[in-house]
């Protein structure tokens, strides 16, 4: 491609709401062969809700949801604020907890009332050394409908599952089959549990996925996904995604997403919605090809 196609390219580009950043991205994304895609907030809202509470005998659902909630208020956590706002919908006032701590990856815990709660993933519990006894059962049958299960615990026992629900955005399921017809292989990475991601990756159509990933782990999960010679894109919009962003060969952040994600970009779309990410790839492949 001539530099004048790819200004004319960057051009169309930013006019569909693709702003490359660097030049040669343009060029690197036909090349591509395989994208990644971030889960939450990138193929769904970022917008969890509470779904189900179920709660170990002898406990009852407000007594948990109140010390949970109380815990979830000082994280920032997607998560967090579905819990919290269930919390408010059933009127409880929360009290305020000593001693907050976020594992990252995990979950989170603190004091409440004298009483220890934590509440996050099963391997929160396993960690922490907490049986979940019966109540894993529950976990796996709401993880089989696409639900994400986190466990709460009191005292260092099990107390309750909760299971939280992201919707996947609108534009998601027509986007992977657009990459798909571009010939791409779509892979998906996410923190979320692995049964969970399954179900919904298997939604979507997507065939490659990376679950329980720490925070840490996304470029080494990003690198396990490469593929020969081809070239590797990935599409995130949080925090815990900057590193794979920029490891990438192309980088493609949300516009939406958080400022640390945009910052470590090749490409920024302007809007939430995938078929940005068609797009991109769609002008990339045009303006190599010279197609106006
Ligand atoms: P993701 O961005 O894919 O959600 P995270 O690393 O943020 O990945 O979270 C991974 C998992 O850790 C979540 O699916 C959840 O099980 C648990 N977790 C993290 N933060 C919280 C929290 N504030 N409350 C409960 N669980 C949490
Ligand atoms: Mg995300």
Request: glycine share 12%.
């Amino acid at each position: 491609a001539t530099p004048t196609s790819i200004m004319v390219g960057t051009g169309r580009a930013a006019e569909m709401g693709v702003l490359f950043r660097k030049g040669d991205a343009l060029q690197m994304l036909q090349e591509a062969t395989v994208v990644a895609l971030d889960k939450t907030g990138t193929l769904t809202e970022g917008r969890p809700e509470l779904t189900d509470l179920i709660v170990a005998d002898g406990m009852t659902e407000d007594t948990v949801l109140r010390l949970v909630a109380a815990v979830e208020a000082t994280s920032e956590h997607p998560i967090a604020t579905a819990i919290t706002r269930a919390a408010e919908t059933r009127g409880l006032t929360l009290p305020s907890p000593e001693g907050f701590d976020s594992i990252t990856g995990y979950g989170v815990q603190a004091t409440v009332e004298g009483h220890r709660v934590l509440i996050g993933a099963d391997r929160l519990m396993a960690r922490e050394g907490v049986e979940i006894g019966g109540l894993a059962e529950r976990g796996a049958e709401l993880a089989a409908e696409g639900k994400t299960p986190l466990y709460a615990a009191i005292d260092g026992r099990i107390a309750a599952v909760i299971a939280v629900t992201d919707p996947i955005k609108p534009g998601t399921p027509a986007a992977i089959r657009a990459l798909h017809d571009l010939g791409l292989k779509v892979a998906m990475i996410t923190g979320d549990n692995a049964a969970t991601a399954r179900v919904i990756a298997a939604q979507l159509g997507i065939d490659h996925v990376v679950a329980e990933v720490l925070p840490e782990g996304k470029v080494t999960a990003l690198e396990s996904l490469r593929e020969g010679g081809g070239k590797l894109a990935f599409v995130g919009d949080g925090i815990n995604d900057a590193p794979a962003l920029a490891a990438a060969d192309v980088g493609i952040a949300i516009g939406t997403g958080t400022d640390i994600a945009i910052e470590a970009a090749d490409v920024v779309l302007i809007s939430g919605d995938l078929t940005g990410v068609v797009n991109a790839f769609d002008i990339s492949k045009r303006t190599m090809r010279n197609i106006r």
